[in-house]
């Protein structure tokens, strides 16, 4: 415009052919610099007319005279309402009744401002609901960053107290294995000592049945005594009988007697003996039988604890083997939570980059000053603003109108 108003019409009109307001306005701007362009050439040729008439050279002077006044004031407004848009004031508007020189080029200015606020507006406005949405987005994102981060901390304690566990369990499963091992070799013993115990019931019982004979030997020794000791008897009486003659037979018969006495004495003791050994054998062999039941009980009980503790080991196993599982798969869920939650930062950093460019671009659009639209209610707009201010087009006088 500056160029314009210098009478520069070579300069090239930048953004013609977009289809927007920047388009539309240097559209106008274009169409102002071929009418400029167009006067200067009117100019050059009331020059020459000029050098052939000087009374059509003073009317063709008023007028270029009043012309050039009217452009010098339409450059004069562009450049003034230029200026105001170069600051970011978009309310800026030319006012004119629609007759003047410059009619056409103010309206389409004004029409391309008209365009360009109708175009700002709804971008504000997605930009600062742009801004709110990706600050909701950020919040919510930092809001699951920290569930997670629980989450993950939950999980890492949970799978550490699960690990305490399984090593707890796999420490039971190996001493109930041990204990099946105890109990096994404890069974063992158990049964060598009902065999044991067999053997010696059965020892006392032929002791028991050696007692019965020596009782029965006994019992002839004891017969034998006695009637040796009647024979003796008898021939003793038959020694007296005999007088002189009988006397020592008689002695010897006395001292048979003594002997089978004697024999028969011991014969009593051993008896007695013998019975008191019976007896006690009868005793040793009914306690070592009540020892073989009580073992065969011990044996049953050791075999059913024995089978107890195999399950239990076996148990104990399967819950280790279960347990070790489940710490797998909470380490697969653990790093899992971890991956989700850095791709919950990620995705919270990159929104974090968006929420700063439409701020970015919510400030850059709060640098222009907006009219509200005709009928508009106060949604559409984000904020007040004034009333277009409109440049007063200065008059032609009478003189350049003529």
């Known amino acids: 415009m500056e160029r314009l108003a210098e009478q520069d019409f070579a300069t090239a009109i930048p953004y013609l052919g977009e289809r927007n307001e920047t388009g539309r306005l240097a559209e106008a701007m274009d169409r102002l610099r071929s009418r400029l362009a167009e006067r200067r050439r009117i100019q050059g ?14 009317a063709i002077e008023a007028a270029f005279q009043g012309a050039a006044q009217a452009q010098a004031q339409l450059a004069e407004l562009l450049l003034q309402a230029l200026a105001r848009m170069a600051e970011g004031d978009l309310t800026v508007r030319l006012a004119d009744d629609g007759r003047g ?19 700002l507006a709804p971008i504000r406005l ?21 569930q997670t981060e629980q989450q993950a901390a939950g999980l890492k304690q949970t799978a550490a107290a699960l690990g305490q566990i399984t090593e707890t369990v796999q420490k039971t499963a190996s001493g109930a294995r041990q204990a099946s091992e105890a109990v096994t070799a404890a069974r063992s013993e158990a049964l060598r000592s009902g065999e044991v115990v067999s053997g010696a019931v059965q020892a006392m019982g032929e002791i028991e ?4 004979q020596i009782g029965q030997i006994i019992g002839i020794i004891d017969e034998i005594a006695f009637q040796t000791n009647l024979l003796a008897l008898n021939a003793g009486v038959e020694a007296a009988r005999a007088g002189e003659a009988g006397r020592g037979f008689a002695v010897v ?8 006495q004697r024999s028969a004495d011991a014969a009593k003791e051993i008896k007695a003996l013998v019975q008191v050994s019976s007896a006690q054998v009868g005793e040793g062999v009914c306690m070592v039988g009540q020892t073989g039941e009580a073992l065969q009980t011990i044996i049953g009980r050791v075999a059913e604890v024995d089978a107890l503790v195999r399950d239990i080991a076996a148990a104990a196993r399967e819950q280790a083997s279960g347990l070790a599982e489940i ?4 380490a697969r869920m653990e790093q899992a939570v971890r991956q989700n939650a850095e791709r919950v930062d990620q995705s919270a950093a990159a929104t974090r980059q968006l929420m700063a460019g439409s701020a970015e671009l919510t400030r850059l659009t709060y640098r222009f000053k907006l009219r509200r639209p005709a009928g508009a209610g106060h949604a559409s707009v984000p904020s007040p603003q004034p009333a277009a201010t409109p440049i007063p087009l200065a008059r032609r006088s009478p003189r350049t109108a003529a």
């Open 327 to 330: 710490n797998a798969a909470f």
């Open 253 to 260: 018969a006395q001292e048979v007697r003594a002997l089978a």
């Open 209 to 212: 049945k050696s007692s019965r």
């Open 101 to 119: 020189l410059g009619a056409e080029v103010m309206a389409g200015f004004d029409a391309a401002l008209d365009g360009l606020t109708g175009g």
């Open 45 to 58: 040729e009331t020059r020459l007319e000029l050098d052939a008439s000087a009374e059509r050279l003073k």
């Open 126 to 146: 997605g930009a600062r609901d742009l801004s709110a949405g990706f600050e909701a987005i950020v919040q919510a994102a930092d809001d699951l960053t920290q």
